[in-house]
Structure formats: C-alpha cells, structure tokens
C-alpha cells in the first residue's frame, strides 16, 4: 500500500493556496464587493458548473438561500445545474453545450451576478453561460484552474495556480466560503442562537 500520500496531498494543498492568497486576494475581494452590491440592491446570484464544478455551485447557492455562519435573511440565488427537468430538456434538445447559456438567457439581467466554476477553464458550455450572462448585462465571474478561462470572456477571472482538479477544487471551496463570511459581516443581522441552524 502506498505510504505518505496524506501528508504529500496535505503538503500540496497548502502550496496551492498560499500562492492563491498571493495572486488572488484582490480579485477576490473585488468580487466579494460585487455580490454584496448585486444582493444590497436586489438582484440575483447565478451559478454554473459541471460535475464536481455543479457542486460547487449548489453550495454557493445553498450558503446564500440558508445561511452561513449567521442567520440572517435569505439573498436571492440560483444553480443552474440544480434542476433535473430542465438540465434533461435543454441538453436533449439543444445540445449540452447550451445548458447554461439557454438558462442565462432566461434568468440573467442587468444587477445579477454569474459565476462560472470550471476547473480546466475550458468548459465549453461554462463559456457560453457567462458569455449570455455578460450580454444580459449581468457581471460576470469565472473561476479556474491554471488555465484561466481559455477562448471565453469574463469580467473577472480566478485562475487558482494549480492544474491539479483536486487542489483547485479545494481553493474554490475556500473561495466561496471567504465571499459568505464577507456577505454575512456586510448584510447580515446575527438573530439569537436558538434561530441559528446547526449545519
């Protein structure tokens, strides 16, 4: 049995995400500004990936309609990826590729937030939702691998330093949740313990 591989993932890890802090904490926070501005003034928060991706966006998702660390009203969010009907309908009859750009064409408008979570940057159907959410007039932020987001458009984009899905993965998690702990101190009301969840 190989031996190690904790402390090597581990080690990797951490390597990831000290250069992510160094190339990407401003870009973060400038996004972080953004989905407060989008939430304080009544708009939506849109979110797309595949697979792991997809995931990650229902998780964004869930932290925004729930709660994070406080309990405070619920912001308006969307995962585009979270419906099997209408994933099932658009793919069938217009091509996978299409999944999200048909949905941001429907949903997207001028205020709203998209965010597009591809580890490789190369999602073709990841592209084409935030290229549609852009036309709509929504902002628009993809989050990558190394790659960046390769022959698509974005009004930012977050390329963690790193070409392993794994570690990627892992800093977009971090991502996420750092853009919720800045939601919560911005627009959050804390309400007593007894209504806070135990998530």
């Known amino acids: 049995m190989k031996t190690g ?110 965010i597009g979570y591809t580890t490789s940057g190369r999602s073709e159907n990841v592209k084409r939702g935030l290229r549609m959410a852009k036309e709509r007039g929504a902002g628009t932020v993809a989050v990558t691998g190394a790659a960046g987001l390769v022959g698509g458009v974005a009004d930012y984009v977050l390329a963690v330093p790193s070409d392993v899905t794994a570690h990627v993965q892992e800093v977009h998690l971090m991502l996420l949740h750092v853009w919720c702990i800045y939601i919560d101190e911005m627009l959050g009301e804390v309400q007593s313990q007894s209504e806070q969840g135990k998530d």
Not at 5 to 30: C, D, G, M, P, W
Not at 51 to 64: D, F, K, M, N, P
Not at 75 to 96: E, K, Q, S
Request: net charge negative; hydrophobic share 45%; aromatic share 8%.
């Open 5 to 114: 591989y904790i402390a090597e993932h581990f080690t990797a890890h951490q390597r990831v995400v000290e250069r992510s802090l160094e190339q990407l904490q401003e870009q973060a926070e400038e996004v972080a500004r953004l989905l407060v501005k989008s939430l304080r003034e009544g708009h939506k928060i849109i979110a797309f990936g595949n697979g792991g991706s997809a995931t990650q966006a229902s998780h964004l998702v869930g932290e925004l309609l729930g709660r994070f660390a406080v309990t405070r009203q619920p912001f308006p969010a969307i995962a585009l990826a979270g419906d099997m009907g209408t994933v099932t309908c658009i793919a069938n009859d217009f091509g996978y590729d299409a999944l999200f750009e048909r949905q941001a064409q429907a949903l997207a408008y001028p205020g709203d937030v998209a």
